[in-house]
T-cell receptor, first 116, second 114 residues
Framework: AQTVTQSQPEMSVQEAETVTLSCTYD???????LFWYKQPPSRQMILVIR????KQQNATENRFSVNFQKAAKSFSLKISDSQLGDTAMYFC?????????????WGAGTKLIIKP | ETGVTQSPTHLIKTRGQQVTLRCSSQ?????VSWYQQALGQGPQFIFQ???????GRGNFPPRFSGLQFPNYSSELNVNALELDDSALYLC?????????????FGPGTRLTVL
């Protein structure tokens, strides 16, 4: 079965620190997409970053970067210089195929609290 | 550009009733996906609509049904409500039917079944 596991239910760090959220997944596919979505307390989910499995270079978006280890099926999110606005639930998700019939599979989420 | 909107924001129903949730997709988006998010869990895919046709369904019973209109807005209908249907229902739109595209989410509808 294709699954996503986020082993950290909750994390908290001080503002300006760096934090890494973990995600592992299971698939037998070789070509797929991985995502980190953020759900702030206001509930609207937004995309943080996306990684294509066939690209070896790790994706980055400003303060957000990923460490993609394909062989280990690991996809962690690093947030540098954390800000109060980063407080949110973070979900790791992946689409196991380029086929249109395949849908997002989600992890259970990590609650991240940034303390002032 | 108007984002994804959902109505109502909150809803309270009793077991056995029926409910309809609504979603307006972002301008230019022809694909709408619906998710159920139970408290403290990640979203679970219910189904997706692409140009008014169902384009994939998750592991949900037939009492969960949907519709997409010519303007690409969408409805989620749930019949014979059960207590376990209490959840946040999220709608997401995207410009294409492939789920590796970014999905744009609405704020959700919080359904409570008593």
């Amino acid at each position: 079965a294709q699954t996503v596991t986020q082993s950290q239910p909750e994390m908290s760090v001080q503002e300006a620190e760096t934090v890494t959220l973990s995600c592992t997944y299971d698939t037998s596919e070789s070509n797929y997409y991985l995502f980190w979505y953020k759900q702030p307390p206001s509930r609207q989910m937004i995309l943080v970053i996306r990684q294509e499995a066939y690209k070896q270079q790790n994706a980055t978006e400003n303060r957000f970067s990923v460490n993609f280890q394909k062989a280990a099926k690991s996809f962690s999110l690093k947030i540098s210089d954390s800000q109060l606005g980063d407080t949110a639930m973070y979900f790791c998700a992946f689409v196991p195929s380029m086929d249109s019939n395949y849908q997002l599979i989600w992890g259970a989420g990590t609650k991240l609290i940034i303390k002032p | 550009e108007t984002g994804v909107t959902q109505s109502p924001t909150h809803l309270i129903k009793t077991r056995g009733q029926q409910v309809t949730l609504r979603c307006s997709s972002q301008s230019g988006h022809n694909t709408v996906s619906w998710y159920q998010q139970a408290l403290g869990q990640g979203p679970q895919f219910i189904f997706q609509y692409y140009r008014e046709e169902e384009n994939g369904r998750g592991n949900f019973p037939p009492r969960f049904s949907g519709l997409q209109f010519p303007n690409y807005s969408s409805e989620l209908n749930v019949n014979a409500l059960e207590l376990d249907d209490s959840a946040l229902y999220l709608c997401a739109s995207s410009p294409q039917r492939f789920s590796y595209n970014e999905q744009f989410f609405g704020p959700g509808t919080r359904l409570t079944v008593l």
